[in-house]
């Protein structure tokens, strides 16, 4: 399922069928980014991301900019290997196509350009107690059960890392999560506390039951699907 290179830019894992030479081209495609300060989404010590067009489609690279050279336990190597388990579970995460170790020891990962629908801003959009914005914490509720009845700790639960694609909401963050045996109660009040932080203030009574309510029978009824 894994293709590895060792090219001028350092070390390559890429997702089969995925060409390197696509890779090294969107690879080009961000740095030049940079240089031009065009199509940024984050610029940070640590973590930043950009937008790449090519082929009449786009991509997302997220670089680790000082990752440190610690083999296997590199974050942006966990990142990776996170993206492909969570991948296989049916958890809905953008498909991860290719990692590099670089030379300069940055890591960089390409993924899906998933657009930018972020959760919290359009439930912040829509007013308190509509239909729509009941539908997309209906929505929300379904999806942490579903990541729960997979017995997985999401690492960083919020609205900003939760983004809409169509119909369906999808986690975009992969740096951190746990695969457990059982999940125990403070682990699922854990993510939980971490997304009603993150819901906007203007958040109702209503809206707070109905998630929790959601989410409830979400984990009773552990064998559906985040659509369902």
């Known amino acids: 399922m894994i293709d590895k290179y060792r090219t001028s830019y350092g070390t390559w894992e890429i997702l089969k069928p995925f060409p390197l030479e696509l890779s090294e081209e969107i690879l080009k495609k961000h740095l030049s980014n940079f240089e031009k300060k ?8 640590k973590r930043q991301l950009s937008r790449v067009f090519l082929n009449k489609r786009s991509y997302i690279v997220k670089e680790f900019r000082k990752p440190g050279p ?13 993206s492909q388990k969570l991948y296989s579970l049916g958890i809905p995460v953008p498909k991860v196509y290719a990692w590099l170790k670089s030379r300069d020891r940055r ?3 390409i993924m899906e350009d998933l657009g930018d629908q972020v959760l919290k801003s359009l439930i912040a959009q829509l007013k308190p107690g509509s239909e729509q914005r009941h539908l997309l914490i209906i929505k929300l509720s379904n999806l942490i059960a579903f990541v729960h009845s997979k017995n997985i700790i999401y690492g960083d639960m919020k609205l ?4 809409l694609k169509g119909s369906s909401l999808f986690l975009v ?31 109702t009574k209503e809206e707070f039951m109905l998630f929790l309510e959601t989410y409830s029978q ?11």
């Open 218 to 228: 979400g984990i009773e009824n552990a064998s559906c699907s985040p659509e369902q």
């Open 38 to 45: 065009v199509n940024l989404i984050k610029v940070d010590h």
């Open 70 to 82: 610690w083999w296997i336990f590199r974050p942006d190597h966990i990142s990776w290997k996170n």
């Open 107 to 109: 890591g960089f990962i």
């Open 160 to 163: 900003t890392n939760i983004m």
């Open 173 to 203: 963050d992969m740096d951190k999560i746990k695969l457990k045996r059982k999940l125990k109660v403070k682990d699922r009040a854990y993510n939980l506390a971490q997304v009603i932080i993150s819901f906007p203030e203007d958040l």
